[in-house]
């Protein structure tokens, strides 16, 4: 079992930037790929971004790219997403997305990114 919290969410202007967290726990050890995804009102769940936990490489989606970077921090466990320039289109809640070895995948529980135009 992998725990994925996180934080960071907020209300932000447009052009302004945010940065998430996502803390994992549990079977991190396991770890394939982390990454972020985003649901706005009445939208299907989109991809944003995610990372190789092992070697770093990361994918964005074209909507957020040279927008927004992720990162990590294996030592803590922990994937970042730095959003900048957002946009009110980027308001959607945010969740964290675990992927092991073996396919087995972990969702956390969303954090809110709200732009204002």
């Known amino acids: 079992q992998v725990q994925l919290v996180e934080s960071g969410g907020g209300n932000v202007q447009a052009g302004g930037s945010l940065r998430l967290s996502c803390a994992a726990s549990g079977r991190t050890f396991s770890t394939y790929i982390m990454g972020w995804f985003r649901q706005a009102p009445g939208k299907e769940r989109e991809f944003v971004a995610r990372i190789n936990w092992s070697g770093g490489s990361t994918s964005y989606a074209d909507s957020v790219k040279g927008r927004f970077t992720i990162s990590l921090d294996t030592a803590k466990d922990t994937v970042y997403l730095q959003m900048n320039s957002l946009k009110f289109e980027d308001t959607a809640v945010y969740y964290c997305?675990?992927?092991?070895?073996?396919?087995?995948?972990?969702w956390g529980q969303g954090t809110q990114v709200t732009v204002s135009s």
């Open positions: 997305h675990s992927v092991l070895y073996g396919a087995q995948e972990y």
